[in-house]
């Protein structure tokens, strides 16, 4: 009796967590469905070090950014991204890949041209509202392009995208409400607010927070998500408050624990708390401090119902109590609206789509 043909799939995406996670969100399932899995990543990006923990095999090759302003690295990163582009060609021959899935970063455009010219089929993810450039470049080679929001699907052709929200990790949904509450030494009588700065913190949003905390902390327990280096030690000790730069194996159950977020908008962020249905307020990064994705992403989710939106340039004392007990108040109807929402049960949603396009043997 033959050994059975397992289905091959190449991930790939870095530059960014956002570019990795939702890959890694959607390996599970992809092994539930017999696919052996290899990863192609940079050389020495985050990706690399990101995927250490999971037993694929990890294949770096050479990238270069594509950038639209004057950089010396300009005259350079051609030379590697056609570098990349050959690595990504060997891999792609040595692996024999029935699909491939992308999640964006420029990590990616080598892989897609060599699958396109190896006439391996892509699925592509896009994360924001408007495509980044390495994923415009790639999307002509797809076979399928998978978006977040339903704003997306205009600049995207009608034929081959679907609107699939984004692959979230299966840990996130194991959360426990009692154990978050003991992990802060919190009591279960008083609701609890959650703030997510960011991995490397919100000044603005820290600021605006403790501003508030006497008022807060009559009525509320904040758990409060500060960034490397951004504890304020002026506040340790203080009864219903508790500080951590980063949190991950407990998060879970902190977000369990939450009855309203507030956090920034970034696209992988807040459709986690669009799956968990957590009312939420949120504070994108200014058009100074970006291109404006965050902007665009949290007016979304306030058009869809599902969030309250503050501009950073509009943050005021009074204008965050104001929200909170906003949001507080009307939680029912914001978690109603996320429970509404077709942007649910991504993960099963995008393998779906890799089985539809994968060759068939």
Same mark, same amino acid.
């Given at each position: ?24 969100? *959607? ?8 696919? =052996? ?12 070090? $990101? ?14 950014? *594509? ?34 899935? #992308? ?29 980044? $450039? ?18 997306? $699907?205009?600049?995207?052709?009608? =034929? ?33 607010? $959650? ?21 807060? *902390? ?44 507030? #956090? ?98």
């Amino acid at each position: 009796m033959g050994e059975e043909i397992l289905k091959r799939i190449i991930l790939t995406g870095g530059g960014t967590a956002g570019h990795v996670t939702p890959n890694i969100a *959607l390996i599970p399932e992809l092994q539930k469905r017999g696919y =052996e899995i290899h990863y192609v990543g940079s050389k020495d990006g985050i990706e690399k070090k $990101l995927m250490e923990e999971f037993d694929i095999p990890y294949y770096g090759i050479s990238s270069g950014k *594509l950038r639209r302003y004057f950089d010396i690295k300009n005259f350079t990163d051609p030379a590697r991204i056609l570098k990349g582009y050959a690595e990504a060609g060997k891999i792609i021959k040595k692996v024999k890949p029935h699909v491939i899935f #992308s999640k964006g970063g420029f990590v990616t455009v080598p892989v897609v041209f060599a699958a396109k010219r190896k006439k391996v089929p892509c699925v592509l993810h896009e994360s924001d509202i408007s495509p980044g $450039l390495a994923n415009r470049l790639c999307i002509p080679s797809a076979a399928a392009v998978c978006a977040n929001f339903p704003e997306t $699907l205009a600049h995207l052709p009608e =034929e081959k995208s679907y609107l699939t929200g984004s692959p979230i990790r299966k840990e996130l949904f194991s959360g426990n409400r009692l154990k978050g509450l003991d992990f802060c030494g919190f009591s279960v009588g008083k609701p609890v607010i $959650l703030v997510i700065g960011g991995s490397l913190g919100s000044v603005r949003v820290n600021e605006a927070v403790r501003d508030i905390l006497p008022q807060l *902390l009559e009525k509320y327990q904040i758990i409060h998500l500060c960034g490397k280096d951004k504890v304020d030690k002026k506040w340790e000790g203080t009864q219903g408050y508790i500080q951590f730069e980063y949190i991950q194996k407990e998060l879970c159950d902190l977000l369990d624990a939450a009855d309203i977020v507030i #956090s920034r908008a970034g696209a992988n962020a807040i459709c986690e708390l669009l799956a968990l249905h957590k009312p939420n307020i949120l504070i994108p990064l200014s058009l100074e401090a970006s291109r404006g994705d965050q902007i665009l992403n949290a007016n979304s989710f306030e058009k869809q119902g599902f969030s309250y939106v503050i501009k950073e340039e509009e943050l005021t004392s009074d204008g965050l109590l104001e929200a909170i007990s906003n949001v507080f108040e009307n939680r029912d109807t914001y978690v109603k609206a996320m429970e509404e929402s077709n942007q649910h049960d991504a993960v099963k949603k995008v393998v779906d789509i890799i089985e539809e396009v994968a060759i068939q043997e």
